[in-house]
């Protein structure tokens, strides 16, 4: 192998000395010890998503082997890596990280790493297309790809000295702990979202929502959405009329039935109408409903609803996407008509004040929601990118 390949694409300046080259079997040490004294530790399975599961917690009751002997069971302790043969195809390799033994089935690969090596930066390797790779090479073909530590014991494996070990390894929970915090506030906006839409809005119960801005008192009223809105539909458009990227004249999104990309299928020179709610007319998101805030296109499979008493709003984009369920008919194809829809009964607010700030306020709960979804994307690409070029 040429000096040249021994080195990854990004590295930390610091660091200039090639890698070395290990055959696995001298990095990768068998840690096999059963629970011959049938100890009572908790038994764990691996998963490509989730990692270590307590089988106790994950399964109905346990599952039976929680409850059977396991004296077979292969103790797992502090930095032991383990993964099922027959699903490391899907990445179902896990580190363990927890002070307390715990057990997985014998039927299981454990084993450590030589001392002078950090668990963690092979626990990033194991995820990169290198080891992908290796398990492409030197599993068995059958029903399932396996692959035990055997099957690869000779596979040269290009390392790092411990010093750059350790620091990639930081930067990458650096990278971990960002990802994990923009998840959890991510999460924390959906559940803000959900809750408010359960409590600011009325049921057919009640003329007054649970939580309300302080200014607003007046009791909701009834009304059908054909009182309050000109209903259309929209027109037809062939995919040669439309291109797949904005540029030049064609700028104005088509909307369709689909909902992926919020229904968007391309972009026309042409624009039907600037503020609208559209919903879906037919097929099986039949009854889905969206806010459109700028001049767009509708396909015949789009309703259209424009003001008429009203202003077409998020506020009522919500209220109606809570009602079209129940009007939608399942005959041939799921369908929800003009007629239909014209019909639909709500509870709104009149005051367009409080119509307002309602919209406004999930705009920017939405707009946050989006901020956080693309600050999560960026970071999931910048540590995929690094897993690619970081690593030899």
Not at 61 to 87: E, M
Request: with cysteine; charged share 25%.
């Amino acid at each position: 192998m040429g000096e040249k390949l021994l080195v990854p694409k990004i590295r930390f300046k610091e660091f200039t000395n090639t890698w070395e080259q290990w055959k696995a079997k001298n990095l990768f040490i068998p840690f096999r010890e059963k629970n011959i004294l049938n100890n009572n530790l908790i038994s764990y399975s691996v998963s490509n998503r989730d990692g270590f599961i307590n089988q106790r917690e994950y399964f109905d009751d346990g599952g039976k082997a929680v409850y059977a002997s396991k004296k077979n069971s292969l103790i797992i302790d502090f930095n032991t890596f383990a993964y099922n043969p027959s699903r490391i195809n899907v990445g179902s390799l896990c580190l363990y990280k927890n002070k307390e033994k715990g057990l997985v089935s014998p039927i299981y690969e454990v084993f450590k790493l030589r001392n002078d090596q950090n668990p963690d930066f092979f626990y990033l390797w194991f995820k990169t297309g290198i080891f992908k790779k290796i398990i492409a090479n030197n599993s068995n073909k059958s029903v399932r790809d396996t692959l035990n530590l055997k099957q690869f014991e000779d596979q040269l494996i290009i390392t790092p000295i411990l010093s750059e070990q350790n620091t990639i390894s930081s930067l990458f929970s650096v990278l971990d702990s960002l990802i994990t915090l923009h998840q959890r506030k991510l999460l924390l906006l959906k559940n803000i979202k959900n809750k408010l839409l359960e409590k600011m809005f009325c049921d057919e119960k009640s003329e007054f929502p649970s939580i309300r801005f302080k200014e607003f008192t007046n009791a909701w009223e009834q009304c059908k959405v054909g009182e309050i809105f000109n209903i259309d539909r929209g027109s037809g458009i062939t995919r040669k009329d439309m291109r797949e990227i904005k540029f030049g004249n064609f700028k104005y999104p088509v909307y369709s039935s689909q909902t992926s990309d919020e229904g968007l299928i391309g972009y026309y020179t042409k624009y039907m109408t600037d503020n609208a709610i559209t919903w879906t007319t037919d097929g099986v998101k039949a009854g889905t409903v969206f806010y459109r805030n700028h001049r767009f296109f509708a396909t015949s499979h789009c309703g259209l609803l424009t003001k008429k008493q009203f202003e077409a709003s998020q506020y009522f984009s919500i209220i109606i996407s809570r009602n079209t369920s129940k009007y939608v008919t399942w005959v041939a194809m799921p369908m929800l008509t003009t007629s239909q829809m014209e019909k639909i009964t709500i509870i709104c607010s009149f005051d367009q004040k409080e119509q307002y700030k309602i919209s406004s306020l999930f705009s920017n709960l939405d707009s946050l929601i989006t901020l956080h979804q693309r600050k999560l994307l960026l970071l999931k690409n910048i540590k995929n990118t690094l897993l690619e070029k970081m690593f030899v």
